[in-house]
T-cell receptor
Framework: DQQVKQNSPSLSVQEGRISILNCDYT??????FLWYKKYPAEGPTFLIS?????DKNEDGRFTVFLNKSAKHLSLHIVPSQPGDSAVYFC?????????????FGKGTLLTVNP | EAQVTQNPRYLITVTGKKLTVTCSQN?????MSWYRQDPGLGLRQIYY???????DKGDVPEGYKVSRKEKRNFPLILESPSPNQTSLYFC???????????????FGPGTRLTVT
């Protein structure tokens, strides 16, 4: 059972436009959500996070929105740049607990065209 | 520079030949974990450790062992590798989560293992 779902395997946008990456989750115990970016031949790099007490978190060009009732979060990148081209993973975990395990989605490949 | 290092980065081996992938972090993190990444399956947790001498199974522990004798190191051991363990492996670390807060995990660069 896939608890974190990224239904779009790929997304292509033009430089300067907005990129919107989506993520859905099913486990209501999740209350901490993260986005990671991954370039080929490198490990995932933390991008931005949000806890369930918020519905929005912003860091420069990156904004994450959380809709708890819909169990949905999204990552907005504005404006998109060619260097943003990478695989983006959504991840979730319960706060605290005996295992701080991140449950990952399968990733979305973002391509930003110049 | 704060980082998680893994060695080797690439390894080709044969079925049944024991191997160890090392992981080390310099951030004084209590929590460390191993994941494997496979096409179409995303990242799945193998083992984790909440602190020295405290380890436990993740989602896919079969065929793997770990140890945590020092805070900075968390080696992954494959006693008798098989072809289905061919994968991309990542080590990660973070501050220990509490009941009130969680922290992002920092990942190593990955180890690509091929078992023939």
């Amino acid at each position: 059972d896939q608890q974190v779902k990224q239904n779009s395997p790929s997304l292509s946008v033009q430089e300067g436009r907005i990129s919107i990456l989506n993520c859905d989750y099913t486990n209501s115990m999740f209350d901490y959500f993260l986005w990671y970016k991954k370039y080929p031949a490198e490990g995932p790099t933390f991008l931005i996070s949000i806890s369930s007490i918020k519905d929005k978190n912003e860091d420069g060009r990156f904004t994450v929105f959380l809709n708890k009732s819909a169990k949905h979060l999204s990552l907005h990148i504005v404006p998109s740049q060619p260097g943003d081209s990478a695989v983006y993973f959504c991840a979730a975990s319960p706060i605290g607990g005996s295992n701080y395990k991140l449950t990952f989605g399968k990733g979305t490949l973002l391509t930003v065209n110049p | 520079e704060a980082q998680v290092t893994q060695n080797p980065r690439y390894l080709i081996t044969v079925t049944g030949k024991k191997l160890t992938v090392t992981c080390s972090q310099n951030m004084n993190h209590e929590y460390m974990s191993w994941y494997r990444q496979d096409p179409g399956l995303g990242l799945r947790q193998i083992y984790y450790s909440m602190n020295v001498e405290v380890t436990d199974k993740g989602d896919v522990p079969e065929g793997y062992k770990v140890s945590r004798k020092e805070k900075r190191n968390f080696p992954l051991i494959l006693e008798s590798p098989s072809p289905n363990q061919t994968s991309l492996y990542f080590c990660a670390s973070s501050l220990r989560p509490t009941g009130l807060s969680s922290y992002e995990q920092y990942f190593g660069p990955g180890t690509r293992l091929t078992v023939t």
